[in-house]
């Protein structure tokens, strides 16, 4: 389990990026993370992955401080940033090279995710792949090393359509209940049907900790010819989108850009 | 307790140096070869005098080559888009910083030893055309590169170890933000003055050659302690910010 103990940080004194955020990532979930660019959402993945030392609080992984990055604690972790850069050398040397610090690293399911990104195991110059590829490449390994803890910063950005539908299938299968995966990202439609928590951003730094299943017995998602009663109300094409307090036992799945409105405006806490 | 595994130590350094702008070892050997030779060449066709004096200014330039260019070379390639990358990586701070050192280390020490065997390739053949029977005696050894001159292979693989603790100069880039870059030029600039302040005395006929000497080799201990221990410190402090 992630520990966050009201972690605040700012790259500026007196400007806080994230402010007093406490709350706990737990195993066998996955949590989206969202916010308006520049909110913080890779600060945040930078935290707990120990690249940045919060101004105050602490990150704690097992009863072990992230910041301090021990060996058994970068063991557990991996974080996969938005950007990044492959050598000019072969698939099989880097993994090769990488693979022997992850104790816990799967070829079956290196193979099984590049095999199903149709990214070839026999690629011969990693500098030479497009973004996307690289990005399949990279999450391929991201989930073939097993860590604990899976940050993923905004990993369907360069995506074609059809590969983020794989996306979303490879990290259902190759997430178990012992894993914790965080996804940053922009585009909420990428991400329903697959996360079971939410964190946003607020504007002032704040973070908005829910979990969908609770939001979803707590409101209900749906379009009304009027936005009277609602929580929280949006024009649209025939009436309002809202969010109304449940007050029947119908189920109906979270809308997740609603929410993040909401949540930005203050609306729901 | 903290323990330091010298194969994940290893391990990481493999990693580095395969990531580092020579990818490929064949290409890095083969681009070394051609400078080691143009080394040779250039005094050789250039220089004049005796071929001892040619061979001491090839000397100079490798000098120059493998304890400064090199190491500031792999330093900036390693802080900036090899080493900082790879922060993540699963090893000990003691471990990366082990394996940074020897990455910068290893190619100046191997290109060293290529250029004694190269190098001292290039002068015999030189000595056979340019000199005269009588002078030209393969068998004395007046043709190595350093080896010449006794134990100088090994104080230059030495000074090779000692200039790669330059790396260490190149980690306070890594504070990206947190650092002050005239603060680190003064910084810079300290070390410089300190270094040379007793050979700058000699000159100024403060203080005797072998004064000098020594002065310069406690100097040079110390500073490489400081080195190694402020550069642990950054590393340990470093964010990615």
């Known amino acids: 389990m992630l520990e966050i103990g009201n972690v605040s940080f700012g790259y500026e004194k007196n400007v806080p990026v994230v402010r007093n955020l406490s709350c706990r990532l737990q195993e066998g979930r996955i949590y989206g993370l969202l916010g308006m660019n520049g909110a913080g959402k890779t600060t945040l993945l930078k935290l707990l992955s120990g690249l940045l030392f919060p101004d105050s609080g602490s990150i704690i992984l097992d009863g072990k401080d992230v910041s301090k990055r021990s060996v058994e604690t970068l063991q557990k972790i991996f974080y996969m940033p938005s950007e990044f850069r492959f050598p000019g050398i072969s698939l099989e040397k880097l993994i090769g090279l990488q693979s022997v610090f992850y104790p816990y690293f799967s070829l079956e399911i290196l193979m099984d995710c590049l095999e199903s990104s149709g990214i070839g195991s026999e690629v011969k110059d990693l500098g030479k792949l497009s973004g996307g590829q690289k990005k399949k490449v990279m999450l391929a390994f991201a989930l073939s090393v097993r860590t604990n803890i899976l940050l993923m910063d905004e990993p369907l950005d360069g995506m074609d359509i059809p590969s983020r539908d794989i996306f979303r299938k490879l990290l259902v299968k190759h997430t178990d209940e012992s894993r914790t995966v965080v996804i940053s990202g922009h585009r909420t439609q990428d991400m329903e049907n697959l996360l079971t928590d939410v964190l946003i951003f607020r504007k002032d730094g704040t973070v908005f900790a ?27 094409p025939g009436g309002f989108r809202v969010i109304r307090e449940k007050e029947t036992s119908e189920d109906t799945d979270v809308d997740l850009e609603m929410l993040f409105n909401a949540v930005r405006k203050g609306v729901i806490r | 307790m903290k323990t330091f595994s010298f194969r994940r130590m290893w391990r990481f350094c493999r990693l580095l140096l395969e990531q580092m702008c020579f990818c490929s070892f064949g290409k890095a ?91 001292s390739g290039v002068y015999w053949f030189g000595g056979l055309l340019m000199t005269t029977d009588s002078a030209h005696d393969p068998g004395t050894g ?100």
């Open chain 2, 142 to 241: 007046q043709y190595l590169l350093f080896v010449r001159n006794g134990a100088a292979l090994w104080r230059t693989l030495l000074e090779v170890c000692i200039s790669s603790t330059v790396i260490a100069m190149i980690l306070p880039v890594l504070r990206n933000n947190g650092y002050r870059k005239p603060g680190f030029w003064f910084g810079v600039l300290v070390y410089l003055l300190v270094l040379f302040a007793p050979a700058s005395m000699m000159m100024a006929g403060v203080l005797s050659r072998s004064a000098a000497q020594v002065s310069t080799a406690v100097i040079s201990c110390l500073l490489l302690a400081v080195n190694v221990w402020y550069s642990c410190f950054l590393m340990k402090r470093y964010e990615l910010r």
């Open chain 2, 29 to 119: 050997a083969a681009v070394m070869l051609a400078v080691i030779v143009f080394c040779c060449l250039l005094p050789l066709l250039a220089v004049d005098g005796a071929i001892q004096e040619k061979m001491s200014v090839t000397e100079e330039l490798i000098k120059v080559l493998v304890m400064f260019i090199l190491p500031v070379t792999y330093g900036l390639a390693m802080s900036g888009g090899v080493l900082v990358p790879n922060l993540m990586i699963p090893a000990g701070r003691g471990e990366k910083f082990a394996a940074a050192y020897l990455a910068a280390a290893i190619p100046g020490a191997a290109v060293a030893v290529m250029a004694v065997i190269i190098g």
């Open chain 1, 210 to 236: 829910g979990c969908l299943e609770e939001l979803s017995g707590r409101y209900s998602f749906g379009v009304d010819r009027t936005g009277a009663g609602a929580v929280y109300a949006e024009p649209c």
